[in-house]
């Protein structure tokens, strides 16, 4: 089946720090992969996205490479800044026999201290 | 301005009653779909739909209808079925294939007493 797994949180960083965040998924297929943000009492914005393998989705400073070997999609940023504060969510695209459906990992929350 | 809206931001309801949650988009967008947000947890499909009067079950449905008469529109009842319905709902929409990401609206906050 198809899943994403993400690391854990919370995240805590000081104000330039560098960040990374693991994600790994499960598919059939080619699957595209995206990461999401999500700040307090909001819906999801997408961040970036990369829809075929070595590909690299950038966006606001954040990098993400789709590494078909590992099936990994890390999200780096290298200083981060108070406003990134937020929940980060990795997902992925698959096809099943009812469309193309998604499957998000379970959010990875991220405070940004001065 | 393009975009999916969802109203209302809040929403309060006595146990027992049926309460339905709006969801519109004028991105043209085929596809749309219904999640649930519990405090710090991960979103979980309850209902999507990839064409106009065709509609299937996400993962947690129990409790939840949906109608999708118009692209544009898909509208989701919590019923007085659903055992815990306070949450936060998210709709989204996207085009088909595999290469198109969803976009989501602002979110609709049930709470039920």
């Known amino acids: 089946g198809n899943s994403v797994t993400q690391m854990e949180g919370p995240v805590t960083l000081s104000e330039e720090a560098f960040l990374t965040i693991n994600c790994t998924y499960t598919?059939?297929?080619?699957?595209?992969l995206f990461w999401y943000v999500q700040y307090p009492g909001e819906g999801l914005q997408l961040l970036l996205k990369?829809?075929?393998?070595?590909d690299k989705g950038s966006n606001k400073g954040f990098e993400a490479t789709y590494r078909k070997e590992t099936t990994s999609f890390h999200l780096e940023k290298g200083s981060v800044q108070v406003s990134d504060s937020a929940v980060y969510f990795c997902?992925?695209?698959?096809?099943?026999?009812?469309?193309?459906?998604?499957?998000f990992g379970t959010g990875t929350s991220l405070t940004v201290i001065p | 301005d393009g975009g999916i809206t969802q109203s209302p931001k809040y929403l309060f309801r006595k146990e027992g009653q049926n309460v339905t949650l709006s969801c519109e988009q004028n991105?043209?967008?085929?596809?749309m779909y219904w999640y649930r947000q519990d405090p710090g947890q991960g979103l979980r499909l309850i209902y999507y739909?990839?064409?106009?009067?065709?509609?299937q079950k996400g993962d947690i449905a129990e409790g939840y209808s949906v109608s999708r008469e118009k692209k544009e529109s898909f509208p989701l009842t919590v019923t007085s079925a659903q055992k815990n319905p306070t949450a936060f709902y998210l709709c989204?929409?996207?085009?088909?294939?595999?290469?198109?990401?969803?976009?989501f609206g602002p979110g609709t906050r049930l709470t039920v007493t």
């Open positions: 739909s990839q064409i106009v009067n065709d509609f």
């Open positions: 997902a992925l695209s698959s096809y099943s026999n009812t469309g193309n459906q998604f499957y």
């Open positions: 991105l043209n967008h085929d596809a």
């Open positions: 989204a929409s996207s085009f088909s294939g595999l290469a198109y990401e969803q976009y």
């Open positions: 990369a829809t075929k393998a070595d």
């Open positions: 598919a059939t297929g080619y699957p595209s």
